[in-house]
């Protein structure tokens, strides 16, 4: 029996009681036509999780009582990724993708070879990527939600970067990713980093400029060998395979 998973969008969870308003509700009572006394999930993307149950559905709410605290998902090594801005359709699927690859942050790039452009606030834009980042969230049963930024000069990224684990993917050099972590874990007694990020160039690649730049501030180039990948396909590979090996 499928258990629906819904977002509940409060900071912390400590009421017996708790009210689903907006699209949660709707998607509850309209959509799915839920009953009371159905069981659900609830998340606050945040790592919290409860099973619950249905106790009244109104016209503009659902109140729901808390059952069960879940085991939270765990994340041992907080992932950024950060993609130079793709079109529009390509950018959404990637937002998707890495909401459901529990990423912590998602940082669209501009760089110099970036086709997409942007005008300042351009908020319906970044509400549609957290919008469909809640989607991706709930369809995975995922108890996070990926911080999504507003689009970032990559001279910024670079400058205020705070992370532990610096890369980027390069066309031109670096290690293969493989090679990188099978050396990371060969000594069991080196701790995990707490924070990796992975940035991303555009569909024309970085500029050697921009190359030298990453690598003048302690990002390290990886390479996936010698087949050329799309953008987006190159981010989803190397971005699984860090999920994977960092907090499977």
């Known amino acids: ?6 977002f509940l969008n409060s900071e912390t969870i400590s ?37 619950g149950r249905i106790e009244k559905i109104e016209r503009n709410k659902t109140l729901v009582r808390l059952e069960e605290r879940l085991e939270p998902e765990r ?9 130079a801005c793709l079109k529009s359709r390509v950018m959404d699927w990637v937002i998707a993708k890495m909401a459901e690859l529990r990423v912590s942050k998602i940082i669209p790039l501009i760089t110099q070879r970036t086709v997409v452009r942007f005008e300042e606030g351009d908020r319906k834009r970044i509400k549609r990527w957290q919008r469909l980042a809640l989607e991706a969230a709930k369809q995975s049963q995922s108890s996070f939600i990926p911080e999504i930024t507003s689009p970032q000069e990559l001279e910024k990224v670079i400058r ?10 390069s066309e031109h050099e670096g290690e293969l990713l493989k090679d ?31 190359e030298e730049l990453l690598v003048k501030n302690s990002f390290q180039p990886i390479s ?17 395979i860090l999920t994977h090996f960092w907090n499977a």
């Open 1 to 6: 029996m499928t258990i629906h998973h819904f």
């Open 15 to 51: 009421s017996a009681q708790v009210f689903l308003y907006g699209q949660e509700h709707h998607h509850l009572a309209r959509v799915l036509r839920l009953k009371e006394g159905e069981r659900i999930r609830l998340f606050n993307g945040k790592g919290e999780i409860f099973s």
């Open 75 to 83: 994340i041992n090594v907080f992932i950024t990724v950060a993609q």
């Open 160 to 169: 205020f970067c705070s992370e532990e684990k610096k890369y980027f993917l």
């Open 180 to 210: 990188i972590l099978l050396i990371e874990f060969k000594d069991v007694s080196k701790p995990k980093p707490s924070s990796i990020i992975i940035c991303v160039g555009p569909e024309g690649g970085w500029t050697k400029t921009e």
């Open 224 to 240: 996936l060998g010698q087949k050329i990948y799309r953008a987006e396909t190159a981010l989803l590979i190397v971005t699984s």
